[in-house]
């Protein structure tokens, strides 16, 4: 059930990504003022990557786009193994997943990715959903791997510390008694 679930959180995401990056680029989207003072619309094409680096570098765009390619397929290797237990991870790997691939649809169709929300006055520029996505998703992951479940590194819940003692112990004396 946890794959169905995940694939669906990755496609509603990718879907969504793909539409507001079409929405954007089909009405070239462009707020003049600031929304807050930090946000507003601004459609870009960007031939390179996370700040424009490598959009004149052929080469190194290739790479960037293998890399990316292998990220995805990594992604998919650890959902189904390292995390095949852990649903809160799956879920952070779902919506990094579909913030990859939406922008390595770009990449491949157009040869440039879709930027629309320009966030530059907090130090960010231009960027999309599919970025947020990969942030987000990342952020959720690192939180989850830290403090959800009994395999995190520092478990909020005391049931979880419990069990994951209760875990180590039980490794121990199989050990203890494999040397005997």
């Known amino acids: 059930m ?7 959180i990755s496609l509603v995401l990718l879907f969504a990504d793909l539409v507001i990056k ?11 003022d600031y929304f807050l003072g930090f946000i507003r619309w601004n459609f870009e094409e960007n031939p ?3 700040f424009g ?8 765009m290739i790479v960037i786009t293998a890399l990316t390619v292998v990220m995805i397929i990594g992604l998919v290797v650890l959902f ?16 990094i997943e579909a913030g990859a691939i939406g922008n ?16 530059s006055p907090i130090g960010f520029g231009v960027c999309n959903f599919a970025d947020f996505y990969i ?3 990342a952020v959720f992951l690192i939180f989850v791997i830290m403090f959800i479940g009994k395999d995190a590194v520092l478990p909020l819940k005391k049931k979880w510390r419990d ?3 209760a875990e180590a112990e039980e490794k121990e004396r199989a050990k203890a008694a494999k040397k005997q």
């Open 2 to 8: 946890t794959v169905l679930v995940c694939a669906l």
């Open 22 to 32: 079409g929405w954007a680029e089909a009405v070239n989207v462009y707020q003049a």
């Open 48 to 50: 390179g990557m996370a």
């Open 53 to 60: 680096m490598l959009a004149n570098n052929r080469t190194g």
């Open 80 to 95: 189904f193994t390292a995390f095949k237990h852990n649903k809160p991870a799956r879920v952070g790997l779902a919506i």
């Open 104 to 119: 390595l649809v770009d990449r491949l169709i157009l040869g440039y990715v879709r930027d629309m929300v320009d966030v």
């Open 135 to 137: 942030t987000g998703g």
């Open 163 to 165: 069990a994951a003692k």
